[in-house]
């Protein structure tokens, strides 16, 4: 059951362009998860009471409330803000700072924004070309101090250049970074980039030519951030608070890895997708400018707000018009210069996630518009599109455009409320009909979801049934091959195993796994 209103601290607030100024009697009594006027209030509750519900056929739809779905999803706290008309009108909090625990989310409560530190990352980097600092098309080679990026063949002709990092085309490697245990060596940003000991990532190399293709890459940004460093000579946290988040007001912000004390006692903590909390709370990101930042949905709000602004020629706080326009403009197949961005729609986008958290950011440059979303779970996504959509509606945001469940998540619901049989059952029967958009990566996110859950044997039933429907899949039979493994069904896993071997000729696990299991494959 929803809770009402009654039982949080509702403050009335007066919000500007700038930022949130207290109503005298907020400033008396600070909101803890509450920041929105009456009339907004009313709206908020409209949207928790919006969520699409689930669709099964033959049964009558079934609403869920926003802690419900929360609850279905093991999510244990969320955040979030709403902007509309250049101006944040509500945020609100829901839930507790830990899986098991009984202190609450508040506004002031800190989240890992994972991936969304890129694009903030990149309203510095181009501050500082605004500034004269370096340019965004100049061979980055040329810019670094502590270490190269190795030269190859791919970059003969086409160079790695600031531009094509922030839009993801340079042509780099290293998608994404899962981060160090809190008690674990860190590696220096070097080692990172260099894959040494004790990093946890391979190299960060050029394998693409420069320039001809779009493919997402945290270790592009992890070059930015060492150019920055060696170019300015500060501590790359130092430079991105005099850069953007001191400019922006934006107090509950910080990219330190890790935190020092006083921060850290204010940060959620971090949430496997089986509702077990990520041990020491969070992982530590040396990777700062990719997925370090800690903040609240409502700094990231400035952010979206004052990139609106900037766009409109009202602000230049960080960035002049002329460049916040740039940065909007599509450089690559969906990247403009770090924000994804939706030509026509004046939106721009991101999302992140870190080990244990999720976040989303999604405005609209044109008419200020928009909401980030913060979870302290890696179930989060499963409920963002759903939430998301539930503020489009009540705001009547035209340029939002929404998606229809996909499928994964389709299925993924349906297990957690009607079980496994019912949702092997849907997505056998909407194979058979040629849904569109099935693929066998739905099946596999659910069969090790449960394997995380301790339920192998069903995980089994989950690949199985995946390899049916996917029989030329390798990737598949790999899969299975491991949940059997985990059951001790040895002679099945190797016959999985050797199944995705040949479909799959190139898949170095196979190899490695049968020569364990004492299968030799004769390669």
């Known amino acids: 059951m929803r809770r009402p209103l009654s039982r949080f601290a509702l403050v009335a607030v007066l919000f500007g362009s700038g930022g949130a100024a207290l109503a005298a009697e907020g400033a008396k009594k600070p909101a803890t998860q509450w920041l929105a006027s009456p009339a907004q209030a009313a709206r908020a509750a409209r949207v928790e009471a919006g969520l699409a519900p689930v669709v099964i056929e033959g049964e009558k739809p079934q609403s869920l409330t926003l802690p419900q779905w929360m609850a279905l999803y093991r999510i244990p706290g969320l955040s979030i803000a709403v902007f509309d008309k250049h101006a944040v009108v509500w945020a609100r909090t829901y839930g507790v700072k830990e899986a098991g625990g009984s202190e609450p989310v508040t506004l002031e409560t800190l989240f890992q924004a994972g991936s969304i530190s890129k694009p903030v990352t990149a309203l510095a980097a181009l501050h500082f070309v605004e500034a004269g600092k370096w340019s965004l098309d100049e061979n980055i080679n040329d810019r670094l101090r502590s270490w190269k990026l190795p030269e190859n063949d791919f970059t003969k002709e086409q160079k790695v250049t600031l531009r094509r990092l922030l839009s993801h085309s340079a042509g780099t490697t290293v998608h994404g970074f899962p981060g160090y245990a809190v008690d674990a060596p860190m590696p220096t940003l070097v080692q990172v980039l260099e894959g040494a000991a004790p990093a946890n990532t391979a190299p960060v190399r050029v394998d693409l030519v420069p320039g001809t293709k779009t493919r997402y890459s945290g270790g592009g940004t992890s070059i930015v951030q060492l150019m920055m460093v060696d170019q300015l000579q500060k501590p790359f946290p130092q430079l991105m608070s005099e850069a953007v988040l001191k400019p922006l007001g934006m107090t509950r912000s910080s990219y330190e890895q890790p935190l020092p004390p006083e921060l ?129 509606s009540e705001y009547a945001w035209t340029a939002f455009k929404a998606e229809p469940v996909p499928p994964s998540a389709q299925v993924d619901v349906l297990m957690r409320l009607k079980g496994i049989d019912t949702a092997l059952a849907w997505y056998t029967a909407q194979h058979r009909e040629n849904m569109k958009g099935l693929e066998s990566g739905h099946l596999n996110q659910l069969g090790y979801r449960l394997l995380s859950d301790g339920k192998g044997a069903d995980a089994v039933r989950v690949f199985e049934t995946n390899v049916k429907l996917f029989p030329t899949d390798a990737n598949a039979y790999d899969s299975l091959g491991e949940a059997q493994l985990q059951l001790g069904r040895k002679q099945e896993a190797i016959a999985s195993y050797k199944k995705s071997l040949a479909l799959d000729a190139g898949n170095a696990n196979a190899v490695k796994v049968l020569e364990k299991l004492g299968a030799p494959t004769g390669k």
């Open 264 to 392: 850290a006692a204010r940060t959620a903590s971090g949430t496997y997708s089986s509702g077990k909390s990520v041990a020491g709370r969070w992982h530590v990101y040396p990777e700062m400018a990719a997925a370090g930042l800690w903040t609240t949905p409502s700094d990231l709000a400035r952010v979206a707000l004052e990139v609106s602004n900037a766009k409109a020629g009202k602000s230049k706080r960080v960035l002049s018009q002329a460049m916040t326009k740039q940065m909007l403009t599509q450089q690559s197949e969906s990247f403009g210069l770090g924000f994804q961005v939706e030509p026509g729609t004046g939106g721009f986008r991101h999302g992140g996630s870190d080990e244990g958290f999720q976040a989303a950011f999604m405005a609209f440059s044109d008419t200020g518009s928009g909401v980030v979303v913060m979870a302290n779970s890696d179930n989060g996504f499963l409920l963002f599109d759903r939430l998301i959509a539930s503020v489009a």
